[in-house]
């Protein structure tokens, strides 16, 4: 079981940047796989960015979905308990909540289910 809170979120120009930060408390938080999601008002949640568990994968292991690579960017400092989303050259697109989540890891170090969700940080991107 882990518990997560996000934060970082709020109103940016387009173009700008924002850090997101998702707190994990936990022993086990390094056996997990974490991901970031997020959903827009009436659409459906949307994977953004996973990055594998440190104890199956100690190294960077990530995958994004296609509308965020080469924008976005997930790590996770373990000491901390903390996984982080770099977010570079918002796009209004890109409003929407972001919502951190958890899981245990399956063969490829990825959470093969998302089992713990955060209450999720707005982030809002104006033109």
């Known amino acids: 079981q882990v518990q997560l809170v996000e934060s970082g979120g709020g109103l940016v120009q387009a173009g700008g940047s924002l850090r997101l930060s998702c707190a994990a408390s936990?022993?086990?938080?390094?056996?997990?796989?974490m991901g970031w999601f997020r959903q827009a008002p009436g659409k459906e949640r949307e994977f953004v960015a996973a990055?594998?568990?440190?104890?199956?994968?100690?190294?960077?292991?990530?995958l994004y979905a296609d509308s965020v690579k080469g924008r976005f960017t997930i790590s996770r400092d373990n000491a901390k308990n903390t996984v982080y989303l770099q977010i570079d050259s918002l796009k209004p697109e890109d409003t929407a909540v972001y919502y951190c989540a958890a899981g245990r890891y399956g063969s490829n170090g990825y959470a093969a289910e998302y089992d713990y969700w955060g209450q999720g940080t707005q982030v809002t991107v104006s033109s």
């Open positions: 990055i594998g568990a440190a104890i199956s994968y100690p190294g960077r292991n990530t």
């Open positions: 936990g022993r086990t938080f390094s056996s997990y796989g």
